[in-house]
């Protein structure tokens, strides 16, 4: 029941918040340059790890979960792949839809929870892929790896970008960086909304418990 709450409180947050947060996270300058050349949706690093497991995307068959500004949404649409947009959030999904629809793109919309996907088909995807910002509101790791194991064709693969938690003990204002602020591992809460701290082997660990084989990893500065 708590989880529950969690789930709903967040969502709820989301919707509140999300024509502000398209209005300048996918602006009409920004969807342009995704159209003008789509990897710019991605981190230099994840777009090699991207093309280097699939050289040509044209017919793949490409799940983004927790997908809110949907950037990569519209750059895999671009690419040929036949795109799923996956969020808890309505309208997260109907601001990204409507910018869809502007341009006559044919992508899937689901208002789903990244942690089930019970409106996600079994071994349908050839590619899950999320982006940074998605563990921090997922209070159940493997449960939302699982999902994503399950909705993955045999050869199917997740490919994923996160923010590097080693930065979290950190403030960010003007000390030495040996200062430390703030836990490694915690929770915070903002307006009541659990923001949850994961560690690296918190991640992967549920990636591997899950049933994946990591077969590389990028670290990188942004």
């Known amino acids: 029941m708590e989880e529950n709450k969690r789930i709903h409180t967040a969502k709820e947050e989301w919707d509140a918040y999300s024509d ?44 983004v979960p927790s997908s809110g500004d949907n ?12 795109v799923t947009s996956a969020d808890i959030s309505e309208r997260q999904l109907e601001n990204a839809s409507r910018i869809a629809a502007d341009h006559g793109w044919d992508i899937r919309f689901v208002c789903d929870d990244s942690m089930s996907l019970t409106k996600i088909e079994d ?27 399950r909705v993955l064709n045999k050869d199917g693969q997740h490919i994923m970008y996160e923010v590097h938690p080693v930065i979290r003990p950190f403030g960010d204002d003007e000390v030495p960086l040996i200062t430390v602020r703030k836990p490694y591992e915690n929770i915070n809460f903002t307006d009541n909304v659990p923001k949850f701290a994961w560690r690296i082997q918190d991640i992967f660990n549920a990636a591997f418990d899950a049933g994946f084989k990591i077969t590389h990893m990028e670290e990188f500065h942004p």
């Not at 003008?36 to 799940?63: C, H, Q, T």
């Not at 990569?72 to 036949?82: K, S, T």
């Not at 349908?124 to 982006?131: A, E, F, I, M, R």
């Not at 940074?132 to 994503?148: C, E, Q, T």
């Open 20 to 63: 502000e947060y398209f209005a300048e996270n996918a602006s009409e300058e920004i969807v342009g340059r995704i159209i003008e050349d789509p990897s710019w949706a991605f981190p230099a690093p994840v777009w090699d790890m991207i093309r280097s497991s699939y050289p040509n995307l044209r017919g793949k068959n490409v799940l």
């Open 71 to 82: 950037a990569a949404v519209f750059a895999f649409h671009l690419l040929g792949a036949a």
């Open 123 to 149: 071994g349908t995807y050839d590619l899950v892929y999320t982006s940074n910002g998605v563990h921090v509101w997922i209070p159940d790791l493997l449960s939302m790896y699982r999902s994503f194991h």
